[in-house]
């Protein structure tokens, strides 16, 4: 199964494409979707920017899941906003693409990575590097998104699993099947 992960951010976003088949894990492409083209106030032209860059990314690597960030509130309130549009514009793609969504948190992604939520960027891209088998370290944003990606290969099956047992009324995993939210 081609699983994609997505770090969003409004200047970078990165983005990580394994293959997972059982608990063996292969590397597919990594890197990131600047923005840094376009004016820092056009933030519609660079939400699109994000939007065609994921369905390009779709497109190329055929997943069939997708894992993404969940962000928190930062210092900066506006900050958060701008960020939060960003992660809109990756999830919509991803929505529109008809791809199974996840979203973890920074922590549950390191929890799953490194074995501990505080783990620093330097720790992630370290064991992605290892857990993948890869020549040197990833960047941090698609350390970040190959982390995600791995999340989701080793929970996302879990999940699924369990849904599909005991299925529930409510959206608990934080997935979406359709562009409605089921």
């Not at 890197?31 to 190329?60: C, H, M, W, Y």
Request: glycine share 10%.
């Amino acid at each position: 199964m081609r699983i994609l992960g997505i770090d969003p951010g409004l200047r970078t976003t990165g983005f990580g494409v394994i293959e997972a088949q059982g608990q063996r894990l292969r590397y597919i492409a990594s890197g990131t979707i600047s923005t840094a083209k376009e004016e820092q106030g056009n933030l519609p032209a660079r939400l699109k920017v994000l939007f065609d860059g994921i369905n390009e990314v779709v497109a190329r690597y055929q997943p069939v899941q997708a894992a993404v960030e969940i962000v928190f509130v930062n210092v900066n309130p506006q900050s958060t906003l701008l960020l939060g549009q960003a992660r809109g514009a990756c999830l919509t793609a991803l929505v529109t693409c008809r791809l199974l969504v996840a979203e973890y948190t920074a922590l549950q992604m390191k929890q799953a990575v490194a074995g501990h939520g505080r783990a620093s960027k330097a720790e992630v891209q370290a064991m992605v590097q290892r857990l993948l088998k890869l020549p040197g370290l990833p960047g941090p944003d698609a350390a970040d998104a190959l982390g995600l990606a791995i999340t989701q290969a080793h929970a996302g099956q879990t999940l699924t699993r369990l849904g599909e047992a005991a299925p529930l009324s409510r959206k608990t995993s934080g997935r979406y099947r359709d562009g409605r939210g089921h």
